[in-house]
């Protein structure tokens, strides 16, 4: 029911990874097609964009690097890494990535010119997600089996300490001035406030449903907590470590991403087919839209006009009107 067609997105590329056919879906958002399916290795674990560079990094959970070009999309390098990899993160400069090997307990360090791994640290314990201090100096991974945090120092490549958390961690997020880490206690009901310097947990901040993915409002003045059991997203006070409150979404979310502004908060809801937009400072559903069955990750396109949904059920995207003014008319 809009008066006029909007215009297409600009001629930006969507990387979409497909674990079915160990390959990336390169999609032209301009025109809605696929202009490129490239191999990878299998599993595909994770696309990233390498910082300051015109590269597109796949990570496989088999252990495998590979590299695509831009704007040739092709493979450019591949590199076996491991037995295994996920979490892959950059350097600011993109000049050193980093990952976890699950199986090893290990977090790798990568060149990310040559490819080759430069430093492997053993953590002594499998682990599970990994994150990168905005100062660039502390890595921070998580051991659900051991139920600990384990801190690396970024430039001497050493284990400095670890903590023990909550039940089963998960997600970790660090605040922007690299003061407190935050996870998510996915066997219980909490997140878990550590202190990144003394290494000392700070706080546990019962939420009321157990925790999934985490996302930090661009200030770290806020954390959102999207909680898949209870179909809420958790607001918490990153600052003061406690509950602001909650709000419901569709089933299951997967997945959120926030405009640079912090002003609308975008939910994929794998339970249900849905996208749920929320007013962050008013604390207000705009619109719940339905894009598949099964969304389980979502992107913002550069200039935030419009949101990219992958649907894992159906293998399709779905492009939906980002901007605030339309979603506003959409909730009048």
């Not at 908060?265 to 929320?278: E, H, I, K, R």
Request: hydrophobic residues 45%; proline residues 7%; aromatic residues 4%.
């Amino acid at each position: 029911a809009c008066s006029r067609k909007p215009a297409p997105p600009k001629p930006y590329l969507a990387f979409v990874a497909s674990r079915d056919t160990q390959s990336v879906a390169v999609v032209d958002l301009a025109y809605f097609r696929t202009v490129a399916s490239i191999p990878v290795g299998a599993r595909p674990d994770r696309v990233v964009v390498r910082p300051r560079s015109r590269q597109v990094w796949v990570v496989s959970a088999e252990g495998q690097i590979s590299v695509i070009g831009f704007p040739e999309l092709r493979i450019v390098r591949t590199q076996r890494v491991g037995s295994g990899a996920r979490d892959l993160t950059f350097s600011p400069d993109g000049r050193e990535a980093y990952f976890v090997n699950p199986s090893e307990g290990e977090i790798a360090f990568v060149d990310c010119d040559s490819l080759i791994v430069t430093s492997r640290i053993r953590a002594g314990a499998p682990l599970s997600n990994l994150a990168l201090s905005p100062d660039a100096k502390t890595l921070v991974a998580a051991s659900s089996s051991t139920n600990r945090l384990y801190f690396v120092r970024a430039a001497s490549r050493r284990l400095v300490g670890s903590v023990e958390v909550g039940k089963e961690p998960g997600s970790i997020v660090i605040l922007p001035d690299s003061s407190k880490v935050l996870v998510a206690d996915a066997g219980e009901e909490k997140i878990t406030a550590a202190d990144l310097v003394s290494r000392q947990v700070l706080s546990h901040i019962e939420i009321g449903a157990r925790p999934g993915a985490l996302l930090l409002k661009p200030d770290g003045g806020e954390l959102f907590v999207l909680c898949p059991q209870a179909a809420t997203l958790c607001i918490v006070d990153a600052f003061h470590d406690n509950v602001s409150q909650n709000i419901p979404t569709g089933r299951g979310p997967a997945a959120a991403v926030s405009r640079r502004d912090s002003s609308l908060l975008y939910v994929a809801n794998a339970g249900d087919g849905s996208v749920t937009t929320l007013d962050v400072q008013n604390r207000v559903v705009v619109a719940s839209t339905q894009v598949g069955k099964e969304p389980r990750a979502l992107a913002l396109t550069p200039d935030e006009r419009f949101l990219v949904v992958a649907d894992a059920a159906t293998a399709s995207l779905a492009v939906l009107i980002a901007e605030p003014e339309r979603m506003a008319k959409m909730r009048s």
